[in-house]
């Protein structure tokens, strides 16, 4: 059983950065893409950024391209979220979740039926 735990949320104000973390049991980490998902309240969940096995490739939505980047640390089980020039849109929980693949790309990266592991995820609220 694969557990994700996510911490790093937080109140900040409009400008303001954040970086999340995420930290996976199993011995399996390195062999798969993670992904970052949110869900804001009365919103469907959406997709924010993913990273492939080697963190080689990355893959963005484009309301965050230029102020977020994900990042992976295999060595650790960990994969990051750094969110710079955050926004009040930006306000939601973060999710981290675990691709069935060691890759992805276009829709594989964005459907949340491709991952098959999920955290209990940490609240982020942006104050304009």
């Known amino acids: 059983q694969v557990q994700l735990v996510e911490s790093g949320g937080g109140l900040v104000q409009a400008g303001d950065s954040l970086r999340l973390s995420c930290v996976a049991s199993g011995r399996t980490f390195s062999s798969y893409a993670m992904a970052w998902f949110r869900q804001a309240p009365g919103k469907e969940r959406e997709f924010v950024g993913a990273?492939?096995?080697?963190?080689?490739?990355?893959y963005y939505r484009d309301s965050v391209k230029g102020r977020f980047t994900i990042s992976r640390a295999n060595v650790k089980n960990m994969v990051y979220l750094q969110m710079n020039s955050l926004n009040p849109e930006d306000t939601a929980v973060y999710y981290c979740?675990?691709?069935?693949?060691?890759?992805?790309?276009?829709?594989?990266?964005?459907?949340?039926?491709?991952?098959?592991?999920w955290g209990q995820g940490t609240q982020v609220t942006v104050s304009s």
């Open positions: 990273i492939d096995w080697s963190g080689g490739k990355t």
């Open positions: 979740a675990r691709n069935s693949k060691s890759y992805c790309s276009g829709y594989g990266c964005y459907d949340p039926l491709a991952y098959d592991y």
